[in-house]
């Protein structure tokens, strides 16, 4: 008898059947001795649509709302319709004992196995593969200890509740929204609130209010040193004449060191990455997008088995990975990082609970290397940067703190207070890993201050003389918050529970693809149009704590700690709650995206909307299907910039290559910048040539004088 494995996507299936000697290829699977291993691409089956249900969903009516299943339904997608069949062909062979669940290792993955397993009717014994790594030794470590199916039974009730959740909620409610005001409208149980807390963002910019405020700063000699207020210990003076009269009062004036503070401080080495800290950091370090390092991480994860499973929460290791860290710094110690890793691996390693703690561990641990030897040549750019950040993340985790000597000076002068402080490094520490100098905590994001700590002090005493040699008045002015970055808004979802490590990328380009935000440059803006669903959606379902709540939930139904009923119980009530919601609201919605152009077919105003290659009108009208491309599509041409592709444009002087992001403007003509016009001109010539030498049937002769005429042209 034979093993049936099920794999969530046919690079890992091939990975798998290679390691288990799986030798004959066929078109849905792999065949050896002992295992038939296939694959999913992803979710084959989903939750029926409304129109399984009934017909008459096909079209979106308000009056029809909610739509609530006393039971929710499978079906196989209709585009991988072909995989499920042949994996359900595969099941009804007589010589499977038993099913391997190999899937990813999380809450999705789980979901993607088992649904598949009930439209074949899997009634057989099943088993799981639950592993951390690609590796070879990971798969076979993981086969020879494979756990019962039934021990991830309330991980897939989870998994059933999020995919139900979303369905009950995200469905009616966008269909609630975009029926009763007429305009394509999505709302989600996470992304809405996500799309509020930037709404709410927008607004605290627009309310604020920018104060000039200045700062009293003297040279005593070789450092520098800042007036604080003695009662509020506030450096900002926000009277003008107050601060004018404290620089005259201290300029040129004599006073004395009153107190000399050294303290011995140490910052401890980061923790290990999981997925949402090595999101922020490769935004705030490459400006790379959530989902672009989702993607980068993915091929390290799977094609070349550097890094252990991505999609965790966890920034802590398991004791039972101990004996495996040595192995893994000596694989990893290649080409550059040789040097760094050879002081590790000399020596033995210093283990902590910042590195090790398994009650800090659910699902999966830390994402660090697996120790897999490559050349780094054959990785990509990015690759290469995402990797560079994983193991010098690793190689921190054994170094020690970064420790420094910082020194706090009170000065007294003409009766008033001054402040100067001032670092010097002892010991670099696991900074050493980075080449690092400044002081900051990478596990802190609240490292600004107005006062400067880079200095360096002179040997100092109480009483010790200073004079105020040169007084400054420093001018600043109180600054609004700051516009999200991916950084930012993926701390302030994990923040606030909003999804999980492995939704949060796609939350975020959801948003983005339903013209709700839109990036400008490295920051996320929200449209008109996000502006006004925001104002329609309701103010519960806007509240990052009540979806913070169901993913709690989520998470206490995972551990066996709550109920898969009485939780899609309250969501059918919350749902239909949300839908009465809509139909009594009085608000009404004016599309942000209008022009001032007609439809030709109806005549109703055209809005602008973004697609894949570019912007399109179309009509505004539902029943109107009136569309056609606008000014502005993408080009294959690249901004000299940016290098993101260009837009092309029609203006009084003829066509123009236009970068969006950054705005830069090139000539369609011989003379563009960076020769991107030429490129144009030249590939027009070439059709042209082969158009009249070709469909013409005046063979060479005239494609000879073009080309001649062309070539004169360009010398002259």
């Known amino acids: 008898m034979k093993i049936l494995v099920l794999t969530e996507k046919p690079s890992v299936a091939k990975e798998i059947a290679r390691v288990l000697g799986c030798n004959q290829k066929q078109k849905h699977h792999f065949e050896g001795a002992k295992y038939v291993v296939t694959w999913a691409l992803g979710h084959l089956v989903t939750l029926a649509e409304p129109d399984d249900y009934d017909p008459k969903f096909k079209t979106w009516n308000l009056e029809d709302l909610p739509i609530i299943p006393g039971k929710m339904k499978l079906k196989v997608m209709k585009e991988t319709s072909q995989q499920f069949r042949a994996i359900e062909h595969l099941s009804r062979r007589g010589d499977l004992s038993e099913l391997v669940i190999a899937t990813d290792a999380g809450r999705e993955g789980e979901l993607v196995a088992r649904w598949i397993m009930e439209l074949i009717r899997w009634k057989k014994p099943f088993k799981r593969l639950w592993i951390s790594s690609q590796t070879d030794q990971a798969i076979r470590e993981g086969f020879a200890q494979l756990k019962p199916g039934t021990d991830y039974n309330r991980l897939y009730q989870a ?13 009616n409610v966008t269909r609630a929204l975009t029926s009763k005001f007429g305009a394509s409208l999505s709302a989600g149980r996470v992304q809405t609130p996500t799309l509020a807390m930037m709404i709410n963002r927008e607004a605290e910019i627009r309310d604020f209010r920018s104060v000039d405020y200045w700062l009293i700063e003297a040279e005593l000699g070789s450092f520098r040193a800042q007036w604080r207020d003695p009662k509020t210990g506030d450096s900002r003076i926000f009277d003008r004449e107050r601060a004018d009269s404290l620089k005259a009062k201290l300029q040129g004036q004599s006073g004395r060191i009153v107190q000399v503070n050294k303290t011995e401080k140490q910052i401890p080495h980061p923790l290990a990455y999981d997925l949402t800290e090595l999101q922020r950091d490769a935004n705030r370090k490459f400006g790379f997008s959530a989902k672009q390092t989702s993607n980068v991480l993915q091929r390290l994860y799977e094609q070349y088995k550097l890094v252990t499973y991505p999609r965790t929460d966890s920034r802590y290791l398991t004791s039972d990975m101990v ?71 690793f190689l921190a985790l054994f170094s020690g703190p970064c420790r420094y000597d910082e020194t706090k000076l009170t000065i007294e002068i003409a009766g008033e207070k001054l402040y100067a402080s001032g670092k010097v490094v002892k010991q670099a520490g696991w900074k050493d890993v980075y080449g690092a100098t400044d002081f900051t905590d990478p596990d802190r994001e609240d490292n600004e201050s107005e006062e400067d700590t880079g200095q360096l002090l002179p040997q100092a005493s109480e009483k010790d003389a200073v004079t105020a040699r040169n007084v400054r008045q420093v001018s600043r002015q109180t600054k609004p918050p700051s516009r999200h970055n991916e950084a930012s808004l993926l701390s302030q979802m994990e923040k606030f529970g909003l999804g999980t490590p492995a939704t949060r990328a796609d939350i975020i380009e959801k948003l983005v693809s339903s013209d709700t935000i839109e990036r400008q440059g490295s920051l996320l803006i929200p449209t008109g149009k996000g502006t006004q669903l925001i104002e329609l959606a309701s103010e519960e379902l806007r509240s990052p704590e009540l979806t913070a709540r169901w993913e709690q939930e989520l998470e206490r139904i995972s551990k066996g700690k709550g109920s898969m009923e009485a939780f899609l119980s309250g969501i059918r009530k919350k749902a239909a709650e949300l839908v009465d919601e809509v139909k009594r609201s009085s608000a009404a919605y004016k599309p942000h995206n209008l022009t001032g152009s007609k439809c030709p077919d109806c005549g109703e105003f055209l809005q602008e909307v973004k697609g894949k290659r570019g912007r399109y009108l179309v009509c505004s009208s539902r029943e109107c299907s009136y569309k056609r491309e606008a000014d502005g599509q993408l080009t294959n041409h690249r901004c000299p910039q940016c290098h993101k592709k260009m837009e092309i444009h029609t203006g009084k002087a003829g066509k123009y290559f236009q970068c969006r992001p950054c705005n830069v403007v090139e000539k369609i003509d011989g003379d563009s910048k960076g020769g991107g016009g030429r490129k144009a001109t030249a590939k027009i010539n070439r059709q042209l040539i082969e158009q009249f030498s070709d469909s013409a049937g005046v063979g060479n002769s005239l494609a000879d004088k073009l080309l001649a005429a062309l070539q004169q042209k360009k010398e002259d």
């Open 159 to 171: 998994a059933v509740c999020r995919s139900e959740a979303d369905w009950l909620i995200g469905l």
């Open 323 to 393: 004996p495996t860290l040595l192995g893994r710094l000596k694989g990893a110690a290649i080409g550059p990082y040789a040097a760094l890793a050879a002081p590790f691996i000399r020596k033995p390693l210093t283990i902590t609970k910042r590195i090790v703690d398994d009650t800090k561990v659910s699902d999966h641990h830390a994402i660090i290397p697996t120790g897999e030897a490559i050349s780094l040549a054959t990785l990509s750019a990015d690759e290469r940067r995402l990797y560079d950040l994983i193991l010098r993340r």
